[in-house]
């Protein structure tokens, strides 16, 4: 037996059911089980796990079947693209959904939402909930990059942006980490310059987040990615020295690095042109759709330690301004730092490092004098690389499923100390 409540309130975009829920439950002063109960079924006959039903939901909450299958992630009808959200909802602009009474309302994110370009607001990946969206008036370039973002989807399609935004972070994160010489217009600097507007020296245990460095280097991320994501350019690197050549100049100039050459160790351009430019990009991890919680009454949350890491990396950050080893292990970057083909590690931080390295045999290079030679050494590929995939791949390209297992990512990933 199920009643109707009498406050109507409409869910939000994206929203998904238990965040809705919850706040009805608030907005009614009863308990979230009793609610629970009232919209849900049993999974199966006699089963004990209960799961959300649509037409028990439209009746309680009083709004229209269509309209929930409009909006609420777990009713769409027809399902989405899953593998274009994330997996983990999250805050979106607070000021999009502050007509939404009840409490915080949890969306389901694409992957190329960071911004509101309304509001001009960061909206960024999963992060700190309780911490407040910045505003980005002083920072134009941020909302600009959010709609070059947007047209890259319409020209590369869902699966070879969500991979080359990512790279384009990776590539970001390891020269934020390496560049002690910066020149004229270099991007590092730009970062430096926007971390101090985001997170103002000595205020870093209070407003520092991995989310606030990912906005530092969003332009040029997205500016990285439209090379990276482009077909023309990914055959150009794999054709041989020649064409590696000409996307280094492109790479330096986006980058601000003049007569940049890709090292054989301690740069992320050499890695990715090396092992993975010839390669398809590499979907998201999971989605929302897989997980064991969709459809019920919980959804899956970060880790109970996430703000002591943050406050650990915000120390880190605080003595050396330097946003890239926060960056470089915050769970968005996992599906480009553990790629299907990675060399398997134990220890997530060691495939941190690889993907700054090209291969280069250990055993060989020992010696602080042969790492620093090999750091001042041009990585380039001399021959050609065959591949049956970038020969007859065409844009835009569409996800590239799994047939097995996706490897191990390691250790969690942790902060640098």
Same mark, same amino acid.
Request: hydrophobic residues 35%; positive net charge.
């Given at each position: !037996?199920?009643?109707?409540?009498?406050?109507?309130?409409? =869910?939000?975009?994206?929203?998904?059911?238990?965040?809705?829920?919850?706040?009805?439950?608030?907005?009614?002063? !009863?308990?979230?089980?009793?609610?629970?109960?009232?919209?849900?079924?049993?999974?199966?006959?006699?089963?004990?796990?209960?799961?959300?039903?649509?037409?028990?939901?439209?009746?309680?909450?009083?709004?229209?079947?269509?309209?929930?299958?409009?909006?609420?992630?777990?009713?769409?009808?027809?399902?989405?693209?899953?593998?274009?959200? *994330?997996?983990?909802?999250? *805050?979106?602009?607070?000021?999009?959904?502050?007509?939404?009474?009840?409490?915080?309302? @949890?969306?389901? @994110?694409?992957?190329?939402?960071?911004?509101?370009?309304?509001?001009?607001? /960061?909206?960024?990946?999963?992060?700190?909930?309780?911490? *407040?969206?910045?505003?980005?008036?002083?920072?134009?370039?941020?909302?600009?990059?959010?709609?070059?973002? @947007?047209?890259?989807?319409?020209?590369?399609?869902?699966?070879?942006?969500?991979?080359?935004?990512?790279?384009?972070? @990776?590539?970001?994160?390891?020269?934020?980490?390496?560049?002690?010489?910066?020149? =004229?217009?270099?991007?590092?600097?730009?970062?430096?310059?926007?971390?101090?507007?985001?997170?103002?020296?000595?205020?870093?245990?209070?407003?520092?987040?991995?989310?606030?460095?990912?906005?530092?280097?969003?332009?040029?991320?997205?500016?990285?990615?439209?090379?990276?994501?482009?077909?023309?350019?990914?055959?150009?690197?794999?054709?041989?020295?020649?064409?590696?050549?000409?996307?280094?100049?492109?790479?330096?100039?986006?980058?601000?690095?003049?007569?940049?050459?890709?090292?054989?160790?301690?740069?992320?351009?050499?890695?990715?042109?090396?092992?993975?430019? /010839?390669?398809?990009?590499?979907? $998201?991890?999971?989605?929302?759709?897989?997980?064991?919680?969709?459809?019920?009454?919980?959804?899956?949350? $970060?880790?109970?330690?996430?703000?002591?890491?943050?406050?650990?990396?915000?120390?880190?950050?605080?003595?050396? *301004?330097?946003?890239?080893?926060?960056?470089?292990?915050?769970?968005?970057?996992?599906?480009?730092?553990?790629?299907? /083909?990675?060399?398997?590690?134990?220890?997530?931080?060691?495939?941190?490092?690889?993907?700054?390295?090209?291969?280069?045999?250990?055993?060989?290079?020992?010696?602080?004098?042969?790492?620093?030679?090999?750091?001042?050494?041009?990585?380039?590929? $001399?021959?050609?690389?065959?591949?049956?995939?970038?020969?007859?791949?065409?844009?835009?390209?569409?996800?590239?499923?799994?047939?097995?297992?996706?490897?191990?990512?390691?250790?969690?990933?942790?902060?640098?100390?």
């Amino acid at each position: !037996m199920v009643s109707r409540l009498p406050i109507n309130v409409p =869910p939000a975009s994206d929203e998904i059911a238990v965040s809705y829920l919850a706040r009805l439950a608030t907005l009614h002063d !009863m308990p979230f089980d009793e609610l629970w109960a009232q919209v849900s079924r049993p999974r199966s006959k006699g089963s004990p796990t209960r799961r959300l039903d649509g037409d028990l939901l439209a009746t309680v909450a009083d709004q229209s079947r269509a309209q929930l299958a409009r909006t609420v992630v777990e009713l769409r009808d027809p399902e989405p693209d899953w593998l274009a959200f *994330r997996h983990e909802p999250q *805050r979106g602009c607070r000021r999009c959904t502050a007509r939404h009474p009840g409490g915080p309302v @949890l969306q389901l @994110l694409p992957h190329h939402r960071w911004v509101c370009t309304r509001h001009r607001a /960061w909206i960024g990946p999963p992060d700190q909930e309780d911490h *407040r969206q910045p505003d980005l008036h002083t920072l134009p370039e941020i909302v600009t990059a959010q709609h070059r973002h @947007l047209r890259l989807i319409r020209r590369l399609g869902f699966a070879a942006t969500f991979d080359a935004v990512l790279t384009g972070f @990776l590539i970001c994160a390891h020269r934020w980490n390496f560049a002690d010489l910066a020149f =004229p217009g270099d991007a590092w600097i730009e970062w430096r310059r926007r971390a101090e507007l985001l997170i103002p020296p000595g205020t870093e245990s209070d407003t520092f987040s991995t989310s606030r460095l990912f906005a530092c280097t969003y332009p040029e991320a997205v500016a990285l990615a439209e090379l990276i994501g482009s077909l023309p350019w990914r055959r150009l690197v794999a054709a041989g020295p020649d064409g590696q050549r000409a996307f280094a100049i492109e790479i330096g100039r986006r980058l601000g690095v003049q007569d940049y050459r890709p090292a054989v160790i301690k740069d992320a351009v050499a890695h990715w042109m090396e092992q993975d430019c /010839w390669r398809p990009p590499s979907p $998201p991890n999971t989605d929302y759709r897989s997980l064991r919680t969709f459809g019920g009454p919980t959804f899956r949350k $970060p880790s109970q330690d996430s703000d002591t890491k943050r406050r650990e990396s915000a120390l880190w950050f605080s003595r050396h *301004r330097r946003g890239g080893d926060a960056i470089l292990r915050h769970r968005t970057l996992n599906p480009v730092v553990v790629r299907d /083909w990675s060399h398997k590690t134990e220890v997530f931080n060691v495939a941190v490092e690889r993907t700054a390295h090209t291969y280069v045999d250990p055993r060989r290079h020992r010696t602080v004098k042969d790492l620093t030679a090999l750091a001042t050494t041009d990585w380039v590929r $001399p021959d050609p690389i065959s591949s049956t995939w970038l020969n007859t791949a065409t844009e835009p390209l569409d996800w590239q499923r799994r047939t097995g297992p996706r490897p191990s990512t390691g250790g969690q990933p942790s902060p640098r100390k």
